[in-house]
C-alpha cells in the first residue's frame, strides 16, 4: 500500500472533563450474568486511542465515545499507517489526552481544515446528520479535497450519505460508507463488523482498515450495488432490530415480575438462547442500572433518531413498522423521566409503569 496519511475526526464529547465509559471485563460481566445485582458502577477514565496516516474526526455520548476511541486505538496498534493518525475533536483537550495516552501516536489538531488538508483518507465519525454534513461542508469549503477518500463510520440516513457521496465526488473526492455494528468492548477488542458501499475501489481501500484492525468481519454491500446509502440502510434496519429485542426483553422481564415467574428465569433463558446484547441489557435492567447510570450508555436521543430514519425508509416503500413506532414512544418517555438519564435500557423502567409497578425496579445498579 502506497504512504498515505490517514485522518480520523471524532472522539466524542460528553460536556465532561473525562471520558467515562463502561470496560471490557465489566460488560463481559454483564453479558455472562455475572453479578447480576453487585456490578461496579462504570467509572471514569482519560481518553485513548490511536491511528497512523489518516484523520479521524468525532463527537459523541458515552458508549459511542467508547467505542470510537476502540476503533482508533486499534487504527493505531494494527492499521497500514505510515504515519501518526490526525485526530480532529471538536474539543480539542480530548485529542490532547488521547496524544498523551498513546505516546504520541496520534497528532490532534485544532480545525476540520488542518485534519483534512494533510490527510489522503479522511474517517468521520460523528453523532448524527447535522453534525455529518457541517463537517463535511466545513472540509469543502476550507479546503481543496480533490483525490482524498472520505469514510464515513456515522450512522445517518441513506439519503445523507448519498448527498455526501455525491458533494464529494463532484469536488474530485471519493466516499465510502462504513458504519460498524458492536459494542465498544467490541471494538476496543478489534472484533466490530464493518459494513460497507460505495464505488467498489473506494470500498477496497477501506479494507485494509477493517479486517483484522477495527474489524473480525466485513459485509461488503459494493458487489451488488455501488449505492453509498446502502450501508447506512442495513445500519439503520439493524438498529431497529437491536431496539426492539431491548424492548422485547424489557416487556418480557415485567410479565415475569407480575407473573411470578420470575426475573431470573427470563434472565436464565437469554443466557442460553440469546448470547450477547440482549443478555447485557438484561442484566442493566434487572441491576437497576438503567435508573443509576450518571451518563447513559447508549442515548435515547441516538436511539430516537435512528428510529426515525427506520420509519422514514419503510414509509418512502410503502410500509409501516408500527413496533417501532411503539418503541419510539416509549423511547420519548423514557429520556424525561427524572433521573434515568437518557439510557436506552430505561424502557423498561417505562414498561414497568404501563403495567402498574414504579418506574425503577429498587435496585441500586451496583
Known amino acids: 500500500m502506497a504512504e ?7 472522539l466524542g464529547n460528553m460536556g465532561r472533563a473525562t471520558f467515562a465509559f463502561v470496560t471490557a471485563s465489566q460488560e463481559e460481566a454483564w453479558r455472562s450474568g455475572e453479578c447480576l445485582r453487585n456490578l461496579p458502577k462504570p467509572h471514569a477514565h482519560g481518553p485513548k486511542c490511536s491511528a497512523d496516516g489518516v484523520p479521524w474526526i468525532s463527537y459523541a455520548s458515552r458508549a459511542a465515545a467508547d467505542l ?10 494494527k492499521g497500514p499507517l505510515s504515519k501518526p493518525l490526525i485526530v480532529y475533536n471538536r474539543t480539542q483537550s480530548k485529542a490532547i489526552d488521547l496524544a498523551k495516552t498513546l505516546l504520541q ?58 448527498r455526501l457521496a455525491q458533494l464529494l465526488e463532484s469536488s474530485g473526492a471519493s466516499f465510502a460508507a462504513c458504519p460498524v455494528f458492536g459494542a465498544p468492548s467490541a471494538a476496543e477488542a478489534g472484533k466490530l463488523v464493518c459494513v460497507l458501499a460505495g464505488r467498489k475501489e473506494s470500498v477496497e481501500r477501506v479494507k485494509p482498515f477493517c479486517t483484522g484492525v477495527m474489524g473480525h468481519a466485513i459485509m461488503d454491500l459494493s458487489t451488488k450495488s455501488e449505492d453509498p446509502g446502502k450501508a447506512s440502510m442495513l445500519k ?8 426492539r ?7 418480557s422481564l415485567v410479565v415475569a415480575e407480575k407473573s411470578d415467574l420470575g426475573v431470573e428465569s427470563i434472565h436464565s433463558f437469554l443466557e442460553l438462547f440469546f448470547p450477547g446484547a440482549a443478555v447485557a441489557y438484561s442484566n442493566r435492567m434487572v441491576s437497576g442500572m438503567y435508573h443509576t447510570l450518571e451518563e447513559p450508555l447508549f ?11 427506520a420509519m422514514d425508509m419503510a414509509k418512502a416503500v410503502g410500509v409501516r ?6 418503541l419510539d414512544e416509549a423511547l420519548q418517555a ?15 423502567g417505562v414498561a414497568r409503569q404501563d403495567a402498574g409497578l414504579k418506574f425503577e425496579n429498587n435496585q441500586l445498579g451496583q
Open 68 to 77: 470510537r476511541r476502540g476503533m482508533v486505538k486499534n487504527l493505531v496498534e
Open 236 to 243: 439503520v434496519l439493524g438498529n431497529s432490530v437491536i431496539f
Open 334 to 348: 423514557a429520556k424525561y423521566h427524572p433521573g434515568a438519564k437518557g439510557d436506552l435500557s430505561a424502557i423498561y
Open 299 to 309: 442515548a435515547v436521543d441516538l436511539a430516537r433518531k435512528d428510529t426515525r430514519h
Open 4 to 10: 498515505q496519511q490517514v485522518a480520523w475526526i471524532g
Open 321 to 326: 413498522m408500527k413496533g417501532v413506532e411503539v
Open 245 to 251: 429485542m431491548v424492548s422485547a426483553v424489557s416487556e
Open 105 to 162: 501516536q496520534i497528532i490532534p489538531v485544532s480545525t476540520v481544515k488542518e485534519a483534512v488538508e494533510k490527510a489522503t483518507i479522511i474517517f468521520i465519525c460523528l453523532g448524527d446528520d447535522p453534525a455529518v454534513e457541517s463537517t463535511i461542508d466545513t472540509a469543502l469549503k476550507s479546503t481543496d479535497v480533490k483525490g482524498k477518500l472520505f469514510v464515513d463510520c456515522s450512522t445517518v440516513s441513506p439519503d445523507t450519505t448519498r
